[in-house]
């Protein structure tokens, strides 16, 4: 079945940076744009950003723009998210997933604080 294992969270100082990363498995994953959501407590999950399946094509959101980047590795089924500058409001569950998204997997826990 359709899998996503996210990893790489951790606790960080503001203005600093991290590299989150995604397995997928369960489905033809080149054939499939990927994106990066987050969920702070106590609000709905949100796009974070989209990296498209052909000439990997990139959107992000606009409070993530320029500081963010995501990228694709289409023989080893996997999806990256640097974050560089990270603020507080950063703070989040991040999860991927695919377009149109299957289902959920556990998700990584970005905390940014002093």
């Known amino acids: 079945q359709v899998q996503f294992v996210e990893s790489g969270g951790d606790l960080v100082q503001p203005g600093g940076s991290l590299r989150l990363s995604c397995a997928a498995s369960?489905?033809?994953?080149?054939?499939?744009?990927m994106s990066w959501y987050r969920q702070a407590p106590g609000k709905e999950r949100e796009l974070v950003g989209t990296v498209y399946n052909t000439r990997h094509a990139t959107k992000y959101a606009d409070s993530v723009k320029g500081r963010f980047t995501i990228s694709r590795d289409n023989a080893n089924n996997a999806v990256s998210l640097q974050m560089n500058s990270l603020k507080p409001e950063d703070t989040a569950v991040y999860y991927c997933?695919?377009?149109?998204?299957?289902?959920w997997g556990q998700g990584t826990q970005v905390t940014v604080s002093s």
């Open positions: 997933n695919r377009e149109p998204f299957a289902a």
């Open positions: 369960g489905f033809a994953f080149s054939y499939y744009p």
